[in-house]
């Protein structure tokens, strides 16, 4: 069975920079999930880039190039894809799962700036105007990325005219998110904050785009937590609430939208 190489340097991230007795920000350490990192085997070696926006308009021969400069990795929940404390200067284009991309403070709060979702790109590229230095980078499910090095981003990604303007229309997009996450953060509620992430996580489900009733949104109350920039005992009474509301279902590590409209309402936009 074949498997892919990782660029040279990825085995540091096997090395969590806490040790082992992670601190109280510790990305998913309550997760029960393996740490364990896994090489993907696939048979086919465009099924890393397939559905991803930015490559849409290319050929299956301008695929397969870029296919195989591209090697593929898997991470479980909670694990780290990138650390201040294990810098990478790779991109990563994510196929499978969500990623999200934080800080700490000093006082040990996290700080969500984005959540990534599958089809597009993020990583330590200053090439690309993505700085990550003081940024961790974790899988909210489990992940499958495939990572290209920065002389590949240069010769196969930003020399093609049509993948650099997307790039740079993702990157604006995030730039936009952010501030919006931020303005949220400033101006609305804890439960209002709650609601909107929720909305914005089923919307950016690939299998719906949008908030409906029976939509699942995987997360646990510890992640939607830091999503929301808030304490877990804080995330789970408002859950509550709106459970006792009939807004949602909850279940282990899983929240189901039961009233879309109202939860939407609840969002203060």
Not at 61 to 67: D, F, G, P, T, W
Not at 187 to 199: D, E, G, W
């Amino acid at each position: 069975m074949a498997s892919y190489c990782l660029t040279e340097g990825l085995d540091a991230l096997n090395r969590q920079p806490w040790g082992e007795r992670p601190p109280p920000w510790a990305p998913g350490r309550r997760e029960e999930a393996s740490r364990m990192e896994r090489l993907a085997a696939e048979p086919d070696k465009l099924w890393c880039l397939s559905e991803v926006d930015i490559f849409r308009d290319l050929s299956d021969q301008e695929m397969q190039v870029i296919a195989d400069n591209a090697p593929m990795r898997t991470y479980a929940a909670g694990e780290l894809l990138f650390s201040p404390h294990n810098p990478v200067e790779v991109l990563f284009i994510l196929k499978r799962g969500r990623v999200r991309v934080f800080r700490i403070s000093g006082d040990g709060r996290a700080l969500t700036t984005a959540i990534i979702s599958p089809g597009t790109i993020f990583g330590e590229m200053v090439l690309l105007g993505q700085h990550m230095y003081d940024n961790f980078a974790e899988a909210l499910d489990e992940a499958v990325v495939c990572v290209m090095s920065r002389a590949d981003v240069h010769r196969f990604l930003l020399a093609d005219q049509r993948i650099a303007i997307r790039i740079a229309e993702i990157l604006g997009q995030r730039l936009v998110d952010m501030e919006r996450r931020f303005t949220d953060t400033v101006f609305k509620s804890v439960p209002q904050r709650i609601a909107a992430t929720l909305a914005m996580l089923a919307r950016q489900s690939p299998r719906s785009g949008f908030l409906a009733r029976g939509q699942q949104i995987t997360l646990t109350h510890e992640q939607l937590a830091a999503l929301v920039g808030t304490s877990r005992e804080t995330a789970t009474k408002v859950l509550g609430e709106f459970a006792d509301n009939g807004l949602l279902r909850l279940g282990r590590g899983r929240i189901t939208v039961l009233d879309a409209a109202r939860l939407d309402a609840e969002t203060g936009t």
